[in-house]
């Protein structure tokens, strides 16, 4: 069936990078997803990825897919207080109506 | 990115009382759009996709009468939660797709008492 995993939570001090894993079980996947969420918004889409790449890098954010071991990460360098917020991994499986499947989301905490 | 917006951010309504919800794109227009319900500190559940033109389709579990969806346009789609109770207090949020990226509305939280 279909499963997104994350971890709920993880925490860094400012200027570190920030690694958030997810793992999926379905391999029809077609795009994956990271989606920022603060607290009382919406969500905001940060990057999306095509299933056939490997890596997409957009200034500070980094994605790497191992689409093997059904492994999506997303990387923020020099993480700031302003990146504290929740994250959301999600997936669009071929032949779906178009709907994202979500994980429950990574609550990323920024120390400073 | 893409402008989804939502309205009303916020509503109280009394119980058995009707509440609309709108979710347009501002800047683009969406064949498909989504509405999700989230609740605390969990993830999204999606309740029904919405396409222009023709009937939602809802997931298994959440009533068809009880949450009206209409997508008028390509730019607006509508969701009344009829005669609303307590249980019915949520986050809704909805999104619009642009292939292959999805955008989501700032959410609406639904509180009845």
């Known amino acids: 069936g279909e499963d997104v995993e994350q971890s709920l939570f993880l925490s860094v001090r400012e200027g570190d990078s920030s690694v958030i894993n997810c793992t999926y079980t379905?391999?029809?996947?077609?795009?994956l997803y990271w989606y920022k969420q603060e607290p009382g918004a919406g969500l905001q889409l940060l990057t999306y990825?095509?299933?056939?790449?490997d890596m997409k890098q957009d200034q500070r954010l980094t994605v790497l897919l191992n689409k093997k071991d059904k492994h999506l990460s997303l990387r923020i360098a020099d993480t700031q207080t302003g990146d504290s917020a929740i994250y959301f991994c999600?997936?669009?499986?071929?032949?779906?109506?178009?709907?994202?499947?979500f994980g429950k989301g990574t609550k990323l905490s920024v120390k400073p | 990115g893409a402008v989804v917006s939502q309205h009303p951010s916020r509503v109280i309504c009394k119980s058995g009382t009707s509440v609309k919800i709108e979710c347009r794109s501002l800047?683009?227009?969406?064949?498909?759009m989504f509405w999700y319900r989230q609740f605390p500190k969990q993830s999204l559940m999606l309740m029904a996709t919405?396409?222009?033109?023709?009937?939602?389709?809802?997931e298994q579990g959440v009533e068809k009468d009880k949450f009206l969806i209409n997508h008028a346009s390509l730019t607006l789609s509508t969701l009344t939660v009829t005669s609303a109770h307590p249980e019915d207090s949520s986050f809704y949020i909805c999104?619009?797709?642009?292939?292959?990226?999805?955008?989501f509305g700032p959410g609406t939280r639904l509180t009845v008492l």
């Open positions: 379905d391999s029809s996947s077609t795009y």
């Open positions: 800047d683009f227009q969406a064949t498909t």
């Open positions: 990825i095509f299933s056939n790449m």
């Open positions: 919405s396409n222009e033109g023709s009937k939602a389709t809802y």
């Open positions: 999104s619009a797709q642009t292939p292959p990226m999805e955008f």
């Open positions: 999600a997936e669009k499986l071929l032949g779906s109506q178009g709907n994202l499947i």
